[in-house]
């Protein structure tokens, strides 16, 4: 998500892939930090959130069968380091 887009990929677009019965997991990966937020359907149709930071989170997406590294879906992405206040 850019700062730009982060809104929409939050509200516009989630509600759009809510009303999607075969969409199993939603995951939004921040662009300036390595934090990724996980969105996985139970039944009735609720949602469970998960929120994972650091390169050595291990994401499980049972529903799919999948376990995912954020090392992985951060592989070619270089973060500026923040200056600290």
């Known amino acids: 998500m850019s700062p730009s887009t982060e809104d929409h990929d939050r509200n516009g677009k989630f509600k759009a892939y809510l009303a999607m019965p075969g969409l199993l997991n939603y995951l939004l990966l921040s662009q300036d930090q390595y934090s990724v937020e996980v969105y996985e359907r139970q039944p009735a149709d609720n949602w469970i959130y998960s929120h994972y ?33």
């Open 53 to 85: 930071n650091g390169l050595d989170a291990l994401i499980q997406l049972p529903l799919i069968g999948m376990e995912l590294r954020t090392e992985g879906l951060y592989k070619r992405v270089t973060l500026e380091e923040k200056e600290s206040e």
